[in-house]
């Protein structure tokens, strides 16, 4: 605030000189005879007639005016900057914690999204794997191992052809350890099918069969088996393709085949590809021979798809009643 005493101030205007007419002159003096009683009295002022001006009232310089105006001004300055910086805070700051959160978020999302997955493989695993059995063949020119899959309550098993070809005796070896002599039911050598028979037992786990012409490239699957002997073995990998027709060693060819690279081994054969519902989708049959050196190919396997393997078994079923 401007003090008051550093004020300047425009002076009064001087009040104008009286003058008399110059019609007027100066009065004779008479001398004037007074009573007694009044020769001490004061003669009281004479005034000219009429009122003096009204003094005009002083007026602040216009620098002070000037000085207020841009101090207002820089005080709406300073606000209007302390303004749209703090805008510029608040919204750094959102756009950060818009930021942080999606990243949580998205890291939150995939998290859950590995512990679900997991989820189910587990659980697919634990629904099948009770229907998974062990098959040792004993045959003229030795023993032979496979894998095969319960798919009724009268102990039918279904298995691949080659695995119980020219069997003398097939023993199935259970989840749980039991070991059960089987009998072969009936065969189709050229769709490389099979199905043996157990006795029925207390708390038997029966296969789920899902529908195979259902199945996209790129889905999850579980290849259950024995490979190379070792029981109850499970492997992870995707659908590579659909409808592949693939030739075996022994001329059967197999048509509207799964390609898959879920490892396939020596054992698995005639066991169960599933999805990751648990359900029964196919049955892992050869794995591709690399020419060159004449070994498997790593990941590329087929597998006779369940909707195939379904129709064939009901018809060996129904034959051999």
Do not use: C
């Amino acid at each position: 605030m401007l003090q008051e005493e550093n004020g300047f101030y425009v002076p009064y205007r001087l009040l104008p000189q009286l003058s008399l007419s110059s019609s007027a002159g100066i009065l004779d003096e008479h001398p004037v005879t007074r009573a007694p009683s009044e020769q001490d009295a004061s003669q009281p002022p004479s005034y000219p007639s009429g009122l003096p001006p009204t003094p005009t009232p002083p007026h602040k310089r216009r620098g002070r005016a000037g000085a207020i105006i841009a101090l207002t001004l820089l005080l709406a300055i300073i606000l209007g900057v302390g303004l749209f910086a703090g805008w510029e805070f608040a919204s750094n700051s959102s756009s950060t914690s818009t930021t942080s959160s999606a990243s949580q978020a998205q890291s939150t999302a995939s998290s859950s999204s590995g512990n679900t997955v997991q989820a189910q493989q587990e659980a697919a695993i634990a629904k099948i794997e009770p229907a998974v059995v062990e098959l040792k063949v004993t045959t003229a020119q030795g023993q032979q191992i496979g894998s095969g899959v319960i798919i009724d309550t009268n102990g039918d098993i279904v298995t691949n052809n080659h695995v119980v070809s020219g069997a003398q005796t097939i023993e199935v070896v259970l989840n749980s350890g039991t070991t059960l002599q089987a009998r072969l039911v009936g065969n189709d050598p050229a769709d490389d099918l099979a199905v043996v028979r157990i006795p029925p037992f207390a708390h038997m786990t029966v296969a789920q069969i899902g529908n195979s012409s259902k199945l996209t490239v790129g889905q999850e699957v579980l290849a259950i088996g024995n490979p190379l002997g070792i029981t109850e073995t499970a492997t992870e990998g995707i659908i590579s393709a659909l409808n592949r027709s693939v030739t075996e060693s022994a001329g059967t060819t197999i048509s509207n085949a799964i390609q898959t690279d879920a490892p396939i081994n020596p054992g698995n054969s005639g066991g169960a590809l599933v999805n990751l519902q648990g359900e029964f989708i196919g049955i892992p049959t050869l794995t591709a021979v690399n020419t060159e050196s004449n070994t498997p190919a790593n990941g590329v396997g087929f597998a006779i798809p369940s909707n195939r393997v379904e129709a064939v078994v009901s018809q060996l079923i129904k034959s051999a009643a």
